[in-house]
């Protein structure tokens, strides 16, 4: 085989291993979150109250007033591995009059976007463990015929996005996004964001004045309700009713979400989002279960079984506040362009640089077969032999013979 054909088909092999390795180990090598984030989202909305935050009685009717959030998130410098970064959002949010600013910080697998459980993940300062959830993006090539488990800070639990109702997909900005949606049942409230509250000026406990006044909200006299239970109740049980009532009562926030979100599906950038979060307060529970556990006992009593049953009502949680806010048109319309620019980067690594490798492996591979026709030539044609000894027995027949 010529030089030139050997050297061609040599140069041919190089791509060939490299697009045979490609989607195993290069691709995964390259399709990876930045470690240069750095976004800004504003968000806007309307925040309602029920419950007066002095009393604990609920307001005659709900209150509303406007909200905004400015949410940065960037990628912690010196954070960013082979495998793992660390991205810090940092909210500031204005609502009910006063501003206040909460910080989250995320570590994730670079390749598949989850959560992992590491020492730097915090959410308002604490330490968490998000491991395997998603937030505050999806993987790469979302599929909106799966579901995805994300990340909610409030109740330091995970729940479902999938596709929503109606179109599959939307456009924002000349990019093309999944519609998805999730929604999060009635959970406790993480311990840790009990101190996020209380600096909205929401009360962690429930004085006896306050409980005195929603039995008075109520139509109840609490003089002359634990008079009758003192016709009925022993000396001990009564403490144990009046030691509970008259100390202030921790309260249990809950929250519950209803969000809807737009994916572009390649990068698993979430370009816009609309979120309505519900929050609930009530009695905790094991606060009143030594009262509910007296007064039990004595429950074929009509007037004792009034009393449970209005204690139990009042331990129901009871509509605090909502959270209404969606993302502003400019920041959407800003992070379309940025899925777009991350978009073409991905197709890079996942297409066109495959595509490429196989155009010259293509190209390096029909040089050397037309190198080798060429140095090779077509055989010599092979000279006609002349018998001369049959010529020269033609040449002595005499002619006219």
């Given at each position: ?158 729940y479902l996005m999938e596709r ?124 009143l279960a030594p009262v509910h ?22 331990g129901k949680p009871r509509a ?82």
């Amino acid at each position: 085989m010529p030089r030139l054909s050997k050297a061609l088909l040599i140069a041919a092999a190089l791509p060939l291993v490299l697009l045979a390795g490609w989607q195993r180990v290069i691709e995964p090598a390259l399709v990876k979150i930045p470690g240069d984030v750095n976004r800004t989202n504003n968000y806007s909305g309307t925040v309602s109250v029920f419950v007066d935050a002095k009393t604990a009685v609920d307001l005659p009717s709900p209150q509303e007033s406007p909200m905004s959030i400015v949410r940065v998130t960037k990628s912690v410098p010196g954070e960013t591995g082979a495998t793992t970064t660390a991205l810090r959002e940092v909210d500031n949010i204005n609502l009910l009059g006063q501003s206040t600013e909460q910080t989250n910080v995320f570590v994730l697998d670079r390749s598949s976007a989850r959560n992992l459980f590491d020492e730097r993940a915090t959410a308002f300062g604490t330490n968490v463990n998000r491991h395997g959830a998603y937030f505050p993006n999806l993987p790469f090539g979302v599929d909106n015929s799966r579901r995805y488990g994300i990340w909610n800070n409030e109740a330091g639990a995970v729940y479902l996005m999938e596709r929503d109702g109606g179109p599959a997909t939307a456009t924002i900005n000349g990019a093309k996004v999944l519609r998805m949606t999730g929604t999060l049942p009635t959970t406790p409230v993480a311990g840790y964001y009990k101190n996020e509250l209380t600096k909205l000026g929401l009360p962690s406990q429930l004085t006896p004045e306050q409980l005195q006044a929603q039995f008075a909200s109520s139509g109840v006299d609490a003089t002359q309700t634990l008079a009758a239970l003192g016709k009925v109740l022993s000396q001990d049980e009564m403490l144990t009713i009046i030691g509970a009532l008259a100390n202030p009562l921790p309260l249990q926030y809950y929250t519950a979400l209803t969000g809807d979100a737009r994916i572009e599906p390649t990068t698993g950038i979430v370009v816009w989002t609309h979120s309505v979060k519900r929050f609930f307060v009530g009695p905790d529970p094991a606060a009143l279960a030594p009262v509910h556990q007296v007064l039990a006992k004595h429950s074929s009593d009509p007037v004792v079984k009034a009393v449970d049953d209005y204690l139990t009502s009042l331990g129901k949680p009871r509509a605090a506040f909502t959270l209404d806010y969606t993302t502003n048109a400019a920041s959407a319309n800003s992070m379309a362009s940025y899925a777009n620019s991350q978009r073409t980067k991905l197709r890079l690594a996942q297409l066109y640089a495959p595509a490429g490798l196989l155009l010259l492996t293509v190209i390096l591979c029909f040089g050397a077969f037309w190198a080798w026709r060429r140095e090779s030539g077509p055989s010599e044609p092979q000279r006609d032999v002349i018998d001369v000894r049959r010529e020269e027995t033609r040449e002595r027949e005499p002619a006219g013979v």
